[in-house]
């Protein structure tokens, strides 16, 4: 037991130990005040939270340790800390449902709309799904904003009541942008509001049959206790946007912002609460933009939408003819191949640079993961003695998209061989194959869709690792090692 002992002369607070306050007991003067404290007695709570992640602890960090960001760790006032207890006693404390046997569950009949893009429709599955949250991000000035207006205005167009809620820009900037777009219709409605209790009232007051929120980190809620942005105020604003599109039957769209890293801003769990997750890539100097799903509640992650920037706003693409490839001017160091970007084969160029080093060598890719580059040029130098660990080597894709596909390995590999030979390759030829650290040229899926795309395209040679199973125009020279693509060129 502890004691506390307040002296009348300086009222300074004193802890004892209790043996000696026995000692001291006939000391102190007869009106002192004594006040008995436990030596357990409960401190003041502290507890900090990621900015990046929301991952909490205890203590503060210089480095969170779950996404590993510095100085990202801030101090919860006593009002947020409060704030978080109760609505966690809250979801607690609901109410439990009876659990069924799944043989006696009723499968839900999903109906679609669509949303008058063919490529946003592809990537969400076949349309937009009544009572979805979804979520875009990308890069500033992608065309997140873009989109999702002209989609607004393509639905109010289709006699649907759509409500566009803008928290960055007023409605005059809005309609501007609208004017460009042909977006003005009289069921698309303006709000430019940053409360979330007012768009939760103008939500109740109309039967909206689809709903924009332009962006998730500009909203605040009152009830909150913190500031617009926060870690908090996003997870509890998406909480309550995910209960009004589920009780509503009403689809939304939230545009998110994104960190330098590339990822969603906010928590990790804003990207598990929602249905589907899209990012928009591209390079904002080029006119293309790819659409890509990363989750999807409703339909498959494998697919991507292709647009193309121009005055009337993101426009579908209507042919990928010559998109991301020139035929006309393919030089020493470039070299054709077929990705799939879902089900859609795509014909791309990829360059490479192969000069002398002047020091210690470089290797950069750019639209190329950096890591498979460097394997591919162990395996040259270790299969071909080829001296590369003295030069420089540079990737480029061209048309800014990414390749995620393994196939373009030959495709890489051809290309740095042209560029250090000093040699021009085939405009009629294209390369496919994955190559393995054996030097070893792997099968490709999808090998028949893409030798026609290669015939619609109007080439006629392929370098492929394996016999075609179906009858092809194609001349087909079979590879399975990368020594017999050295004697091919």
Known sequence: MLVKIITKRDKNVKILQFDIFLRLKKKLAYNTPIIFRSRYMAKKRTLFECQACGFQSPRWMGKCTSCNEWESMIELSTEQIKFLKETSSNSSASILSKAKPITQIEED?????????????????GGIVPGSLRLIGGSPGVGKSTLLLKIAGNLARASKKVLYVSGEESAGQIK????????????????????????????????????????????????????????????????????IAKSLHIPIFIIGHITKDGSIAGPRVLEHMVDTVLYFEGDTNSDLRLLRGFKNRFGATNEVGIFEMNKEGLNDAKSMAG????KEKLQSGSALTVIMEGSRPIIIEVQALVSESYGHAKRSSTGFDNNRLGMLLALLENKLDLPLGTYDVFINVSGGIKINDPSADLAIIAAILSSYRNRELSSESLFLGEVSLTGEIREVSGLTQRLKEIETQGFIKAVIPNKPIEKTNIKCFIADEVSKVVEWM
């Not at 069921?187 to 939760?200: A, D, F, G, Q, R």
């Not at 049959?209 to 604003?237: F, H, K, N």
């Not at 998109?323 to 020139?326: E, S």
């Open 109 to 125: 009949n999903i109906t679609r709309f669509t949303s008058g893009s063919t490529e946003l429709d592809l990537v969400l599955g």
């Open 176 to 243: 501007l942008r609208a004017n460009r777009l042909d977006a003005n219709h009289d069921n698309l409605y303006l709000l430019p509001e940053i409360n979330l209790s007012t768009v939760i009232a103008e939500i109740n007051n109309q039967n909206y049959e689809l709903i924009v929120i332009d962006s998730i980190q500009t909203l605040y809620s009152e009830e909150t206790p913190s500031a617009p942005g926060s870690v908090t105020q996003v997870r509890t604003i998406t909480f309550d946007l995910m209960r």
């Open 323 to 326: 998109k991301f490839f020139n």
